[in-house]
């Protein structure tokens, strides 16, 4: 279940934060710091996690590479933790293909997917399992059922029939949790990622209870620029809410970013306006006279999978450039000279930024677990901090971008509010499986006239890669944000004469 803290999460938490401290101290030798933190976080000579101190250390110095933008090292090769260390003691470093990996070593390499029998059985007279299999593949032995495996098509009948719960199937979670079904076995059973198929949602990342799937992190980049005295303006993402604490609140978690160094800090929710705009404007252009429907543009893994799977509704998708892209656009035009660092729930947001049409707007991703990590180094105390000027830039459309379904709430209702005569249908789709069933859907013709969102984490982006909290209590969260601004919907935002300034640069 996500949102709780566990011993995966315990790991990631202390390797992020101490590569902040890394970057905040002044170290002389990075080559021989990094050496030294996995006996830091791991110290004695009895493992705690696996069956070896050795190749917990190793884990850890993988994720240390990771975090710090560097790749993997070869298993076969003879490689020093620190080598290609000084590429990445840099201000500015983008992300690297590829953004997701598997720590071969760390991986357990579960079976991909199996369908058996556990000592649950009760070798009952009715045999069900038997008689609903349809390729014959149970049958009693020893007066218990047994499954051929090679017959078995995992079809789960059999599991449905038995009256004990006695049969049970198992699936690689990663896998599992892969909409796009990237994720294979190599020749040792370990799990490989297709890149060619995957899109980057980090599903795989969080849903490993082995904590061998990373992701490349910016870190170190971000505070060594703000250590250079660079102006570094923190744009955050609408899911922040409610990420850092229950009590802690959207102004604690700006006078926090400020603490750590930022410059200023804008909610993205102020380009999730003018995103709603524009794409209401395209709607009403397009929809149904141009083309059949449209699709929203805000969610990069969703957008790539639409154009990788169904490359023929390519130009259905909202041209709209994305809230991270057009918020970032307006901080640097009214301050060229600064860095902009979108810190956000989603892994995909990082292979966004590392694109050539928006590394020029977006300097550095984060994750919001990635600042928890800062926070912890800086020693900023969340609960006691004192509030700074409040964030109130965006509107309650603009924020409800976070949760699955607010994306095209927001487009809906500024079409409807111009032309109340319009009912503007919708449909929303959450996790990569759902959202190829809407376009299957699509492709069929009943969506014809309809505005469809697709979101790539099941619930929203409050279900990022990057988040600290339990779905149901960030999607509660966010949604009460946003019913407290005077500001309702996206129209009514103070920027909205600047979408057309932003969008044509």
């Given at each position: 279940m996500r949102g709780i803290y566990n011993s995966v999460t315990d790991i990631r938490r202390k390797v992020f934060s101490e590569i902040a401290k890394m970057a905040y101290d002044d170290v002389t030798d990075y080559a021989k710091r990094i050496e030294e933190i996995?006996?830091?976080?791991?110290?004695?000579?009895?493992?705690?996690?696996?069956?070896s101190i050795f190749l917990e250390r190793a884990v850890i110095g993988e994720r240390l590479r990771v975090g710090m933008g560097l790749p993997l090292?070869?298993?076969?090769?003879?490689?020093?933790?620190?080598?290609?260390?000084?590429?990445?003691?840099?201000?500015?470093?983008?992300?690297?293909?590829?953004l997701v990996n598997i720590i071969n070593f760390a991986c357990h390499g579960c079976?991909?997917?199996k369908v058996f029998v556990t000592n649950g059985c009760q070798g009952c007279l009715s045999h069900q399992c038997t008689e609903v299999c349809p390729k014959d593949a149970i049958?009693?032995?020893?007066?218990?059922?047994?499954?051929?495996?090679?017959?078995?098509?995992?079809?789960?009948?059999?599991?449905?029939?038995?009256p004990y719960s006695a049969i049970i199937k198992i699936e690689r979670p990663c896998a599992a949790s892969c909409g796009m079904n990237a994720i294979t076995s190599d020749e040792d059973g370990k799990a490989k990622i297709n890149y060619d198929k995957c899109v980057s949602c980090g599903m795989c990342l969080v849903n490993c209870p082995f904590g061998a799937i990373v992701d490349k992190g910016q870190i170190f980049q971000t505070i060594y620029s703000i250590k250079q005295g660079e102006r570094v303006v923190a744009a955050i993402a609408p899911a922040f809410v409610g990420q850092f604490g229950?009590?802690?609140?959207?102004?604690?978690v700006k006078a926090a970013l400020m603490e750590l160094g930022f410059a200023d800090v804008v909610e993205v929710a102020i380009g999730a306006d003018l995103c709603t705009i524009e794409e209401a404007e395209d709607f009403l252009d397009k929809v149904p006279e141009k083309q059949p429907f449209m699709a929203t543009s805000c969610c990069p893994a969703w957008s790539v999978m639409a154009k990788k799977e169904f490359p023929q509704f390519a130009p259905y998708i909202s041209m709209a450039l994305t809230p991270m892209v057009l918020?970032?656009?307006?901080?640097?035009?009214?301050?060229?000279?600064?860095?902009?660092?979108?810190?956000?729930?989603?892994?995909?947001?990082?292979?966004?930024?590392?694109?050539?049409?928006?590394?020029?707007?977006?300097?550095?991703?984060l994750t919001f677990e990635e600042v928890m990590g800062m926070f912890e180094a800086k020693g900023v105390n969340l609960l006691s901090i004192e509030d700074v000027t409040p964030l109130e830039a965006g509107t309650n459309d603009g924020r409800g971008f976070a949760v699955s379904g607010g994306v095209a709430k927001a487009v809906k209702n500024v079409i409807e509010k111009k032309h109340p005569e319009m009912n503007v249908k919708v449909q929303a789709a959450e996790g990569l499986k759902n959202c190829k069933t809407m376009l299957m859907m699509a492709k069929a013709g009943r969506l014809n006239g309809?505005?469809?969102?697709?979101m790539a984490c099941p619930g929203g982006c409050v279900a990022g890669a990057g988040t600290l909290q339990p779905i149901a209590k960030s999607s509660a969260a966010v949604k009460r944000y946003a019913t407290e601004n005077a500001k309702k919907t996206s129209d009514e935002s103070q920027y909205a004469d600047r979408l057309h300034e932003l969008a044509e640069n």
């Open positions: 996995p006996y830091e976080i791991l110290p004695g000579t009895k493992a705690k996690y696996r069956n090292r070869e298993m076969g090769e003879y490689g020093a933790l620190s080598d290609g260390i000084e590429e990445s003691v840099i201000a500015t470093k983008y992300y690297d293909d590829p079976p991909e997917k049958h009693i032995v020893d007066g218990h059922s047994k499954i051929d495996q090679d017959k078995c098509i995992k079809c789960g009948k059999c599991m449905e029939a038995c229950p009590t802690v609140t959207p102004d604690k918020t970032a656009r307006m901080i640097k035009k009214d301050d060229p000279n600064c860095k902009v660092v979108f810190i956000g729930p989603c892994a995909a947001k990082k292979l966004e930024a590392s694109r050539n049409s928006v590394r020029s707007d977006v300097d550095f991703v309809y505005l469809l969102e697709g």
